[in-house]
T-cell receptor, first 114, second 111 residues
Framework: DGGITQSPKYLFRKEGQNVTLSCEQN?????MYWYRQDPGQGLRLIYY???????QKGDIAEGYSVSREKKESFPLTVTSAQKNPTAFYLCASSSMEGLSYEQYFGPGTRLTVT | GQQLNQSPQSMFIQEGEDVSMNCTSS?????WLWYKQDPGEGPVLLIA?????ELTSNGRLTAQFGITRKDSFLNISASIPSDVGIYFC???????????FGAGTTVTVRA
């Protein structure tokens, strides 16, 4: 079964702790993305990566960090510097071949920080 | 990325009705995508549009890529209860792999 997996589905952390969200894809996609979704809002881009060992900041990168050591994996760390980390986090991936730039999303991780 | 203007923000519809929503932008896009998101889940791609003027169907869904390349609409015909959810439009420029998203249209179906 090809797809994108995110784990865990729900995550609870205390304020001041860093937390890492997992994202894995077996679609052989080159590009991977992290989005944040808040209630009643669209998706906002945190970081993206088009190739292994390289990534770029999105629109709201402050307080987050990523790594891309393998093509299949793009973990996101929410650091204690992120002022309002409680949100629904979505990972996506896309091919970069031809015209097919559609992004496919994982099931999401809901992070609650108290 | 630039946010797209998506309307309406929400709608209540009767089962069996047709539904229409649209997305506009001040910028030109080369690809328009429509997604549906169920509560607590990730968005699922419904339709992708690549050419200005293109009209594409997927079952009861029909979407069009506006001729100016600055807008797109999505129609749902003969709505059913499982059409409930949030529908997002997204646009992509050719020189950029980043999607710009609308804020979503929440659809609720009255049985």
């Amino acid at each position: 079964d090809g797809g994108i997996t995110q784990s865990p589905k729900y995550l609870f952390r205390k304020e001041g702790q860093n937390v890492t969200l997992s994202c894995e894809q077996n679609l052989n996609h080159d590009a991977m993305y992290w989005y944040r979704q808040d209630p009643g809002q669209g998706l906002r881009l945190i970081y993206y990566s088009q190739i292994v060992n390289d990534f770029q900041k999105g629109d709201i990168a402050e307080g987050y960090s990523v790594s891309r050591e393998k093509k299949e994996s793009f973990p996101l760390t929410v650091t204690s510097a992120q002022k309002n980390p409680t949100a629904f986090y979505l990972c996506a991936s896309s091919s970069m071949e031809g015209l097919s730039y559609e992004q496919y999303f994982g099931p999401g991780t809901r992070l609650t920080v108290t | 990325g630039q946010q797209l203007n998506q309307s309406p923000q929400s709608m209540f519809i009767q089962e069996g009705e047709d539904v229409s929503m649209n997305c506009t932008s001040s910028s030109i896009f080369n690809t328009w995508l429509w997604y549906k998101q169920d509560p607590g889940e990730g968005p699922v791609l419904l339709i992708a549009l690549y050419k200005a003027g293109e009209l594409t169907s997927n079952g009861r869904l029909t979407a069009q890529f506006g001729i100016t390349r600055k807008d797109s609409f999505l129609n749902i015909s003969a709505s059913i209860p499982s059409d409930v959810g949030i529908y997002f439009c997204a646009g992509l420029r050719s020189n950029d792999y980043k999607l710009s998203f609308g804020a979503g249209t929440t659809v609720t179906v009255r049985a």
